[in-house]
């Protein structure tokens, strides 16, 4: 069987190789990052380096608001807008808006 099968395949190239193209197509197409991930990838250093010190393990405000936890970030996103500004603060509108439902507004 696995003889007759090769000929079909060899007389046929085009099907063998639309799978290989499509896949190729598709990785050439960059994958919009995931929520957690932006989280963990860019909100979670500007975080770290603007307001670690209170916010961080062993900061006065960790106990009450720890921003290494997203829930607790998207919950004051409000609060933690006002104290960013320029490209840290449009990263952070970036990713409360990739977590709101679509048709939503936050």
């Not at 060899?10 to 799978?19: C, D, G, I, R, S």
């Not at 193209?21 to 995931?34: F, M, N, R, W």
């Not at 975080?47 to 670690?52: E, F, P, Q, T, Y």
């Not at 609060?79 to 679509?102: M, S």
Request: hydrophobic residues 40%.
């Amino acid at each position: 069987m696995t003889a007759s099968a090769a000929p079909d395949q060899a007389a046929n190239p085009v099907e063998t190789a639309a799978p290989a193209v499509s896949a190729a197509a598709e990785s050439a197409i960059p994958a919009q990052p995931q929520p957690a991930d932006l989280f963990r990838t860019t909100i979670r250093p500007i975080l770290s380096a603007r307001c670690g010190a209170c916010h961080d393990p062993g900061g006065k405000m960790y106990a009450r608001l720890p921003f290494d936890d997203p829930k607790v970030v998207a919950s004051h996103s409000e609060g933690v807008l006002r104290r960013l500004k320029g490209d840290d603060r449009e990263a952070l509108q970036r990713w409360i808006a990739g977590l709101a439902p679509a048709g939503t507004q936050q």
